[in-house]
């Protein structure tokens, strides 16, 4: 077998966590940061995500095969994307202006879409947004699970899509490829499937409607 993608995880709030400790489990190396300093969340992932190791966000990066972002968008303004840079970017961000307060540049279109952009050098897939942190690790199953959940996967390199489906569906979801980033705004929130934790034929159902009127 290949050896597994390093991940860095950029966010220790309430989601990184979570995904950092499924990635744990399925077996990838896991670094996790925050933008200050690690020794700030050593002891809390040790005890809370056993096995991921606290790292800066840069060495995280400079080490990883695929970057999670993982904190609110509105710090988003503060990741440089020089640091991104030839990265393959998992955008796990979603706009929520109640937290997020309005960020106009946020408020027509697609989040990803403006995240890519911003990330010109970078591969950003859409993906690990649109189920609630609880419920991520609550309901992910091995392959095969008669009730193992759908996630969605959006991006526009084909080959950094194929990579992060590889990860939803060793973290425990089976992934349901959206064609581009446009098409991934089904995963954002007003889309049909955020929110919701849907088996592969409802899921492939409420966001395929949804994706072709994007079309
Ligand atoms: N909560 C959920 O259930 C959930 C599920 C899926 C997706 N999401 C999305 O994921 C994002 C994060 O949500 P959350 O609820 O986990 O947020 P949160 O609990 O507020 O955590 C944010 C984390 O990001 C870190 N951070 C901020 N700026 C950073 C930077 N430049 N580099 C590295 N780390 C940085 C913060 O640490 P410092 O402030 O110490 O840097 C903190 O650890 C949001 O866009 C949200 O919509 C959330």
């Known amino acids: 077998m290949a050896e597994p993608s390093r991940l860095a995880v950029l966010g220790a709030g309430h989601v990184g966590p979570v995904i950092a400790r499924l990635a744990v489990k399925a077996g990838y190396p896991v670094a996790i940061a925050t933008s200050g300093d690690p020794d700030d969340i050593a002891l809390i992932t040790e005890l ?33 994307p020089g640091l991104l840079s030839g990265r393959l970017v998992v955008d796990a961000m979603n706009y929520w202006p109640a937290s997020d307060g309005v960020l106009e ?13 911003r990330l010109s050098g970078s591969a950003v897939v859409k993906a690990l947004n649109h189920i609630g942190y609880h419920e991520l690790e609550a309901r992910a199953r091995p392959a095969g699970a008669p ?23 060793r973290i425990g979801y089976d992934p349901v490829r ?17 929110g919701a934790v849907l088996a592969l034929p409802e899921f492939e159902r409420a966001a395929g409607q949804d994706t072709r009127s994007l079309a």
């Open 48 to 80: 809370v995500i056993p096995g991921a190791q606290p790292r800066w966000a840069s060495d995280a990066v400079a080490d990883a095969d695929i970057v999670v972002l993982a904190i609110p968008l509105h710090r988003f303004a503060d990741v440089d």
């Open 105 to 117: 540049a946020f408020e027509d279109g697609g989040s990803s879409e403006i995240v890519a952009r």
């Open 147 to 169: 009730d193992r959940r759908a996630a969605g996967v959006a991006g526009d390199d084909p080959a950094a899509v194929a990579a992060v489906a590889g990860l939803v569906d």
């Open 178 to 194: 959206l064609g581009n980033l446009r098409a991934g705004r089904v995963l954002q929130p007003g889309g049909p499937v955020f």
